[in-house]
């Protein structure tokens, strides 16, 4: 997920497949990758604390797909969160997708959660349609089916909190966001089950602490990684 400005619309674009170097490209994350297949990805998204952003962008996540899970090769996602961007003070909840050929498309739905309130996000494929999905809040559609083509049971649910240094080398942008009570869904309109397995992904200088499998704090902390989520996850 890659955060850029063109006038007030911020357009995020995902970059983050578990083997990645996000010391290369600035970008860092801290959460669960899972296992291809499940036909929907929920959880509560909470901001732990105010997002102090000098450069770039800070997010908080789940969604399914990846930069290169499209039929052919290329980038097809659809993930919902909430998002901080340099200059402004506000978590913002949004959802975005991407398809083959086509540009990312973002919708801002809140322009100001505040500290400390939940919201239940989700993204799910419809009961009746052919590769089409929906996004989630609070139990309620809140996007039109979206087409997400050769899509069903190919993609990667996933689960993050995200940091983007905007390319200034240096920046130190401090947040915290807990990620609560993760499911996916094994059928198309919604039958869930735990999210109980899943692969770390812990960059340095973000940080996961582990509650449960299914339940995580993650942020902005020292470089390396934590021994508790290491120690939840077996790892």
């Not at 995020?12 to 036909?39: E, I, M, Q």
Request: hydrophobic share 45%.
């Amino acid at each position: 997920m890659r955060l850029l400005l063109a006038g007030a619309l911020a357009v995020l674009a995902a970059a983050w497949p578990v083997a990645a170097s996000a010391a290369a490209t600035g970008y860092c994350y801290a959460g669960l990758v899972g296992s291809k297949g499940p036909l929907g990805i929920s959880g509560t998204l909470t901001a732990r604390s105010a997002p102090v952003v000098q450069a770039g962008h800070v997010a908080a996540w789940v969604g399914v797909g990846g930069p290169n899970e499209a039929p052919d090769g290329t980038a097809e996602w659809l993930q919902v969160g909430m998002n901080s961007a340099h200059g402004s003070t506000n978590n913002h909840l949004y959802y975005e997708y991407a398809r083959p050929g086509i540009p990312v498309t973002y919708v801002q739905l809140a322009a100001n959660i505040p500290v400390g309130q939940s919201v239940r996000v989700a993204v799910l494929k419809t009961a009746t349609g052919r590769d089409l999905w929906r996004v989630w809040v609070d139990g309620k559609p809140v996007s039109d089916p979206i087409s997400l083509p050769g899509s069903e049971g190919r993609l990667t649910p996933v689960a993050t909190a995200e940091n983007f240094d905007g390319g200034a080398p240096g920046v130190v942008n401090t947040f915290s966001y807990s990620v609560a009570g993760l499911r996916v869904a094994t059928r198309a309109g919604g039958v869930w089950r735990p999210f109980r397995s899943g692969q770390l992904r812990q960059d340095d200088g973000v940080q996961v602490v582990m509650g449960t499998a299914g339940s995580f704090v993650a942020g902005s902390a020292v470089a390396g990684p934590s021994p508790e989520a290491r120690k939840v996850l077996g790892g």
